[in-house]
């Protein structure tokens, strides 16, 4: 895993631990779709950028 990776995951888990202790599990659960979608996105993206190479 690289440093970016890690420090992303660092970031995402203090988010959600922020989100859990101020909002509840309502703030997380919406706080991972969204993660979810946007890994989601950025994996997508990646995945034609590499095939292709167009963009």
């Not at 779709?33 to 996105?41: D, E, F, Q, V």
């Amino acid at each position: 895993m690289s440093t970016f990776d890690t420090i992303l995951l660092g970031l995402i888990a203090l988010a959600v631990l922020f989100a859990f202790t101020r909002y509840g599990w309502r703030a997380v659960h919406w706080l991972g779709c969204g993660i979810g979608l946007i890994g989601l996105a950025l994996a997508s993206l990646g995945h034609d950028t590499g095939e292709g190479g167009s963009a």
